[in-house]
């Protein structure tokens, strides 16, 4: 199966992706991989959520990115010796692919197209980061979330729905869980959200917009 992320490069260099990169399910809660592990691998997230974390001085977990759809991570694994630093954990069930540093690297020089492809999919994983950050300091935590919300909304059994905890929800925005949990419950007394195990169902997406900026 070829990643989307070859899907835009030329045959012999997209088939010398498929060939690489192997898919994986990736199930809720795994960690791909701790601060202390050997670095050997590269992933490319095709569904679902990944958060990346370190561990504060207090043993409280700081989450540094969270990894989203066609996002590259663990991009430590293309400089030898390296280690990844942080931990990688699945914070809702999709599917990945994994491929070696080494041999990714050794395509690259052989395709620059690959190449140019990596280095594209990082920086645009930098922006997003530092995009964040920026609406960390500057946006409040109710628009950041309602915004999210509009953003992930799928159509569901339910109607439209947003299949991640309030925990997971609050990682995504960097906030708290508590906080979270806090605005979710105004707007479902306002009939605008109905809250259930793990999920969220939006069932007036047009008031939520309101409450976006």
Known sequence: MVPRLAQALPEPAREAIAALFARRRARRGRVLFYPDDEAREVYYLEDGWVRLFTLTEKDEELTLAVVGPGELFG????????RYGVFAEVMNPGHLFAAS??????????????????????????????ARMKELRYKEVRPRLVRMLLALMREGERGLEVALSHQDLAHLI???RETVTKILGELAIQ???ELGYRKVVVRDPE???????
Do not use: D, M
């Open 174 to 176: 960097g906030s708290t």
């Open 101 to 130: 540093g080494e041999a990714l690297k050794k395509l690259g020089a052989q395709y620059p197209e690959v190449y140019a492809l990596l280095v594209r999919l990082l920086t645009e994983r930098l922006w997003r980061v530092q």
């Open 207 to 213: 008031a939520l917009a309101e409450f976006a900026e």
């Open 75 to 82: 991009e430590a694994a293309l400089l030898p010796g390296n």
């Open 191 to 193: 009939e605008i959200l």
